[in-house]
T-cell receptor
Framework: GESVGLHLPTLSVQEGDNSIINCAYS??????FIWYKQESGKGPQFIID?????DKRQGQRVTVLLNKTVKHLSLQIAATQPGDSAVYFC??????????????FGQGTELSVKP | NAGVTQTPKFQVLKTGQSMTLQCAQD?????MSWYRQDPGMGLRLIHY???????DQGEVPNGYNVSRSTTEDFPLRLLSAAPSQTSVYFC??????????????FGPGTRLTVL
């Protein structure tokens, strides 16, 4: 089932340090995963994605790691900056009807960067 | 391109009233979807559409109707608003999610309060 709560997990890091945000997914059939960043009052913004035939994918200052054995996803942000402060969501793609996929979002983690 | 646009930005309804949240995209995307986001939670999929004339239910479809008469527009209708529908609603689109190669791009959201 889906966890319900009013308080997001939070991660507080010092500016310049590396950040690691973790996510567990439930469906072993999911084959596409995405990380989104959501700033206050805005819609989610795409960061990076990974398919299930990969273990690691790198972008600019971000790396996503996928461990299918334990159904775990992580987002690593290098040299974290104040502009990285936001809520980060992982999402897994599941098969839906009419050949469409359905994105199922995790609860989210709030990242706070201290100057 | 304007991307994904949503109107209105804010709305207050009384219990039992009906209304339609508008969503439009100008990217010629086939896939469109509606999510709701409650405090401290991730986004939950309400309905989605893989093309004009085709819609499917997501995780939380009860109390909402959708239709897709054109590629560009995907309105969400609340037939009889309830306080439990107080939330922030996001519309999203992608070229075709089932291909697993395109992520979803989100609109700015509509904040709905039902009294």
């Amino acid at each position: 089932g889906e966890s319900v709560g009013l308080h997001l997990p939070t991660l507080s890091v010092q500016e310049g340090d590396n950040s690691i945000i973790n996510c567990a997914y439930s469906n072993s059939a999911s084959d596409y995963f995405i990380w989104y960043k959501q700033e206050s009052g805005k819609g989610p913004q795409f960061i990076i994605d990974i398919r299930s035939n990969m273990d690691k994918r790198q972008g600019q200052r971000v790396t996503v790691l996928l461990n299918k054995t334990v159904k775990h996803l992580s987002l690593q942000i290098a040299a974290t900056q104040p502009g990285d402060s936001a809520v980060y969501f992982c999402a897994e793609n599941r098969l839906g009807g009419n050949q469409g996929g359905k994105l199922i979002f995790g609860q989210g983690t709030e990242l706070s960067v201290k100057p | 391109n304007a991307g994904v646009t949503q109107t209105p930005k804010f709305q207050v309804l009384k219990t039992g009233q009906s209304m339609t949240l508008q969503c439009a995209q100008d990217m010629n995307h086939e896939y469109m979807s509606w999510y709701r986001q409650d405090p401290g939670m991730g986004l939950r999929l309400i309905h989605y559409s893989v093309g004009a004339g085709i819609t499917d239910q997501g995780e939380v479809p009860n109390g909402y109707n959708v239709s897709r008469s054109t590629t560009e527009d995907f309105p969400l209708r609340l037939l009889s608003a309830a306080p439990s529908q107080t939330s922030v609603y996001f519309c999203a689109s992608s070229k075709f999610l089932a291909l697993r190669t395109d992520t979803q791009y989100f609109g700015p959201g509509t904040r709905l309060t039902v009294l």
